[in-house]
């Protein structure tokens, strides 16, 4: 993150607003693939400008396997972006990844289908393979973690996300599976979302907020109150580590 670039932010479940982000304007974009999840919001927040768009729409009525993650990326590469910083809810699998704790994800493996995962298809569009072997942003990953450490916030700085395809919950058998796998996070947007950024050369990092045991590794029903309740806690701390990331001091 540098120069006067905006940041983009792309705000997931329990973050559709970014608390004291003054907006500028609002723009109500359209891209190739169509119109993102939600009119892409301009403004400033700690001092620098940023552009938020909220993935799951501005009501939160986009079930992850319906988001158009092509327009919204597309969106955020015409904004002239200068990083991306995803913000999603996730469950957790590993002992370590218990509620309300942050994780900055270095890894994902795509459990995914039939998304719109590329921009590179159709006849005149070249084959291209893109290198994918560290889908998040190294540098821009050690920005968050440093950031937390200057203001005292607990992250687990790594770990592996699976991204399932939802809108269900996965089965116990399905998160044994994922761990033997080496996730150790479970959520529904990581994918196609970092890919489609790597294709447009957009640095991206994701900001994830455990917000249950995954299935098997908790409760035995995993509850919206349940949800909810660790999301809001969790998110305060990811406002904070954006608050701080981004503030000149982190520059």
Known sequence: MSGNRPIGIIGG???????????????????????PSAPLMH?????RP?????????????????????????AMKSADVDSIIAVAAVGGI??????????????????????????????DTPVTHVDFTHPYDEHLRQQLTDAAAAAGIDVVPHGVY???????????????????????????????????ARELGIPYA?????ANRAAGRGAATIT????EAHLNAGMTQVVALLRAALSPNAR
Do not use: W
């Open 13 to 35: 479940s329990g973050l559709q607003r970014l608390p004291d982000f003054k907006i500028t304007r609002e723009e109500r974009a359209d891209t190739p693939y169509g119109p």
């Open 162 to 196: 699976g991204a399932t395809q939802g809108p269900r919950l996965e089965s116990a058998a399905e998160i044994d599976r994922m761990e033997r796998d080496g996730c150790d996070i479970v959520g529904m947007t990581g994918m196609p979302e970092a890919g489609l």
């Open 224 to 227: 919206p109150q349940i949800i």
């Open 43 to 47: 403004g400033e927040f700690a001092g």
């Open 50 to 74: 940023v552009v938020f768009l909220a993935r799951h729409g501005a009501g939160h009525t986009l079930l992850p396997h319906l988001i158009n993650y092509r327009a919204n990326i597309y």
């Open 94 to 123: 590993t002992v370590e990844m218990r509620p309300e704790r942050i994780v900055i994800p270095d890894q994902i493996v795509d459990y995914t289908h039939g998304r719109g995962h590329t921009f590179f298809e159709g006849e």
């Open 206 to 210: 994701c900001c994830a907020v455990v």
